[in-house]
């Protein structure tokens, strides 16, 4: 059998971006699981800081993390349009606002561990905290890695107008990284607190 | 598509042969080491529970220690789910989905070879532990902490000692591939169908593949989560479980059971598949009510996420929380007997063979049925607080896992063994199976039911005489005997059958989806021309081009 004439186009979704919504949702499940531990032992520490002791509300890299995704939107719709120059520039300043953002938990983290004396093994909220927070910033690191992969083939010219798709794909999961860090701080920095 | 010889043997060298397998992203040699992994593990589960009821058999028995014990049936349901039915089925799925979609592939070949040996790693891991540390006939370290491994238990300080880190890391591993396998599901059945294909017209296998892929995403993921959850309370001082620092135990079996209940639907949902692809074909008659097919397990998978804390009745939740419960399960069993209705309908007025395939699809209608029937007694709370943590629900789940899932596999088997292998399996020896397999199945899992309802609790690896559950134990053990020789009788089946069986051409069952209309087995690239299909039955329009199906549809 034979694809006969004038049966119009034959349209599929495009499997890469199909995956990628796959994997957002099976890790937006464990986000889910690890919200939903923090959320269940706010107030239950038996010991220790609390919330409102000892954290600080990370303005500056939410902002950062969030322009970023801006920035990485600018990037593809640059690549999509041919501006080989425009993409690398804001694919450039998505890894660069990506990374002072776990620059600053690290500052963060660095505080509490040494100053504070609050680790993971603290208390209740020591254990959510760490682990919700903790995996966030892993995804964001992967993604870090994907950033810099794609940058360094950029610099090197490699990343065409063609690539736009690949590239769209990707920046799904840089969204979700974002998305998800709207739900983590809402839940820790200001319904937790 | 005339070729009725099986295909030349070409003499390679046996290096390459193995390197090409290790190596390989083709979706049907994936299948295949799936399936043959599973059905190893299979024959492991199988002695782990012969040796659990001879034990079992008496009461007061010594045969095995109570470590031992613990560990065996610790071993048996986690390897059962996780290292045999999960691998089996998405063996299946993988060598069949591609064939029933007209594509050449999966979507993710090399993602789809990922998955396989993370699985494979993890199962290899978790029977590590045998030779770690104990004597093996001890069994070694093997974890004993349940197939559920519930909080405290696996507590650094009740369970010291890396035998749950075994069972946290195995299960670790083969999430992951479980997880990716989903993706590269739902991505193929999405993304890779033939032109014409449009979902109203994939195969029913197609679209239960679907929803299963879509329902791991979401299923194994907790499990995940909780697991990382377990590691650090064990390795890095967190206090997820930890009831001295605030702790809640109660969580790790929501985490679980959250896994836990849609993990079983994973499990179930490929086996409709088999049930509605042989069905069919062996009434001579279309699938009855395709579209309330589609939608009955589209909401079975949805619904089913709603239903976790049925196994947590006992645990003492408010009584507001428990009757949610008794009514989302209760919910979920109504798209499941319309399945059943409509596989009834599509064996009402049809001209029904009784080749092997069929008498399984049968087997499984009725123990299917009755298996729902007892889920629906225990998905009644108050009746749940006698019944909860008794052999009866051990004989509700086994008669599920054994009496629908196995008893579907092996018809799946019986029915496409020709298409991947190019030989039939013998009929006779397929009926022997059958007819012994079903006395055995009986007489264990009909007669367990009863020890459960007179208050034998499971998970004890010995019980006083005196109390009536003696016989029942008895009969339930000698049914294993009967099971083993059938199986038995299988594996020498299939071992022959591989061997010398009869050739099978293309299409042995006069069947109507795509894997039919290609070479038995498929070429490596499944299709010389990619195929245009217009209707639910290519292969039926192929053959009668006269009266299609794409007239009536």
New interface residues.
Partial sequence: MNITAGEGAWQLPSRGRVGMICLIIAESAIFTIFIAAYVFYIGKSLSGPTPREVLRVPIVGTICLLSSSLTMHWAIAALRRGSTGAFRLFWFLTLALGAIFIAGTMVEWRHLIYQDGFTIQTNLFGTTYYSLVGLHASHVIVGLIGLTIVMVLALLGKVRREHGERCEVFSLYWHFVDAVWVVVFTTVYLVGR | MASETLPLTIHKNPLAVVYEWLGTGDHKKIGLMYIVYALLFFVVTGIEAVLMRIQLAHANATFLSPQLFNRLFTLHGTTGVFFVAMPILFGFGNYLVPLMIGARDM??PRLNAFAFWMTAFGGLLLYASFFAGNSVAQGGIAPDVGWFAYAPLTAPAFSPGHSTDYWNLSLLLAGVGS?SG???F???I????C??MTLGKMPLLAWMNLVM??LV??T???L???Q??LL?DRY?????FDTQ????VV?WMH?FW?FGHPEVYVLIIPCFAFISEIIPVFSRKAIFGYPAMVAATTSIGFVSLGVWAHHMFTVGMPSYGNAFFVLTTMVVAVPTGIKIFNWLATLWGGRIRFATPMLFAVGFLFQFLIGGLTGIMLATAPLDWQLGNSYFVVAHFHYIIVGAILFSIFGAFYYWFPKMTGRMLDETLGKWHFWIFVIGFHLTFDFLHIPGLLGMPRRVYTYEAGRGWESWNMIASIGVIFQGVAVLIFVYNLIRSYLKGAPAGNDPWDAWTLEWATTSPPPEYNFA?V???HSRR?LWD?KHPDDPDSKYE
Avoid: D, E, K, Q
């Avoid at chain 2, 620092?245 to 809640?248: K, N, Y």
């Fill in positions: 979507a993710y997880i989903g993706i590269n739902v991505a193929t999405l993304s890779m169908r032109p014409g892929g879509g995403l979401v194994i993921s907790p995940t989560a909780a990382v959850m650090v890095l001082g967190a206090h997820f620092a605030g702790g809640s969580m985490f959250i021309v195929p245009a299909v290519p192929i």
